[in-house]
């Protein structure tokens, strides 16, 4: 049974940073894609960042790059989002998501599992 289990989000203010976790389990495949997706309300689900943890390379929307970093630690199949200088345009719902194998498109169709999401909030 895959499990994505999303932590870290809150209430931050511009200027800030805040970073996210996502703990995956129970994926057979050894190498992975490993996404973030938010969500506001009354919005579509968007990417953000996607990791591919065979060589931890890696792709940003043009809307949070050079702000935003996504990093894993491979040993602990756990996939991180630093969140700096965020904005509150950034204020969302956050989704962890995986897919075996290599990366593609950074869409939400592309991935088969996801958590269940953490809220971040950014004030200004």
């Known amino acids: 049974q895959v499990q994505l289990v999303e932590s870290g989000g809150g209430s931050v203010q511009t200027g800030g940073s805040l970073t996210l976790s996502c703990a995956a389990s129970g994926l057979s495949s050894t190498e992975k894609c490993m996404g973030w997706f938010r969500q506001a309300p009354g919005q579509e689900r968007e990417g953000v960042a996607q990791l591919y943890t065979g060589t931890s390379s890696t792709y940003y929307a043009d809307s949070v790059k050079g702000r935003f970093t996504i990093s894993q630690n491979y040993r602990q199949n756990t996939v991180y989002l630093r969140m700096n200088n965020p904005r509150p345009d950034d204020t969302s719902m956050y989704f962890c998501?995986?897919?075996?194998?290599?990366?593609?498109?950074?869409?939400?169709?592309?991935?088969?599992?996801w958590g269940q999401g953490t809220q971040v909030t950014v004030s200004s």
């Open positions: 998501a995986a897919a075996p194998g290599y990366c593609s498109v950074l869409l939400p169709s592309k991935f088969p599992f």
